[in-house]
């Protein structure tokens, strides 16, 4: 099916692992994000890509680094994870603004 | 600062009858558009429904329809004949002004749909 495919669906780290959260579409869309969910905080932008080989920060970007691979895929890269990145996080892409497809998001635990 | 409000937190509806989540926003553009999402306790988002600034009517998916009123600059989300499936938060967006990739997030309203 078209869409949004994130990787992978749970993950548990110590405090000061670094791990990567893949994300691919298939939907040949130009733009794709990164957002946090947070209890009582709503989506909040990590980082987004308008084009390929560009990239952009968001609201909340420290602590992070991506890499827009190629228009499909979008990493988000955790250095040296802390407790205050444990969040839900999702991956979406878009065609000139309209209609954001998200994957089905990456649960994240930093103990 | 470009803002969405949904000042309900959590909303209740008996199964089969309509519901009416409310959204606000700030804007001094005269083109944009809004979004309306769901996400079900399983947590994918799912998109529901967009309208733009100069569509003459309200957009209607299904059981879903757009309360759009620029002068109040509201865009409610009209749910029609609940379903036990529609329990899930609602959140509503729209693109901050000059840049039409990045989305601003209202904090979203908790439906749930007793039978």
């Known amino acids: 099916n078209a869409g949004v495919t994130q990787t992978p669906k749970f993950q548990v780290l110590k405090t000061g692992q670094s791990m990567t959260l893949q994300c691919a579409q298939d939907?040949?869309?130009?733009?794709m994000y990164w957002y946090r969910q947070d209890p009582g905080m709503g989506l909040r932008l990590i980082y987004y890509?308008?084009?390929?080989?560009?990239?952009d920060k968001g609201e909340v970007p420290n602590g992070y680094n991506v890499s827009r691979l190629n228009k499909r895929e979008f990493s988000l890269r955790l250095e040296s994870a802390a407790p205050s990145q444990t969040s839900v996080y999702f991956c979406a892409s878009s065609e000139l603004g309209y209609g954001y497809t998200f994957g089905s998001g990456t649960r994240l635990t930093v103990v | 600062a470009q803002k969405i409000t949904q000042t309900q937190p959590g909303m209740f509806v008996q199964e089969k009858e309509a519901v009416t989540l409310d959204c606000t926003y700030d804007?001094?553009?005269?083109?944009?558009?809004l979004f309306w999402y769901k996400q079900p306790s399983s947590g994918e988002m799912i998109f529901l429904i967009y309208?733009?600034?100069?569509d003459e009517q309200n957009a209607t998916e299904g059981r879903y329809s757009l309360n759009f009123q620029k002068a109040r600059k509201s865009a409610n989300l009209v749910i029609s004949a609940s379903q036990l499936g529609d329990s899930a938060m609602y959140f509503c967006a729209r693109p901050p002004a000059g840049n039409n990739r990045k989305l601003i997030w209202g904090l979203g309203t908790s439906l749930a749909v007793n039978p």
């Open positions: 890509s308008a084009s390929e080989g560009t990239t």
């Open positions: 804007t001094s553009d005269q083109s944009y558009g």
């Open positions: 939907m040949n869309h130009n733009s």
């Open positions: 309208q733009g600034s100069y």
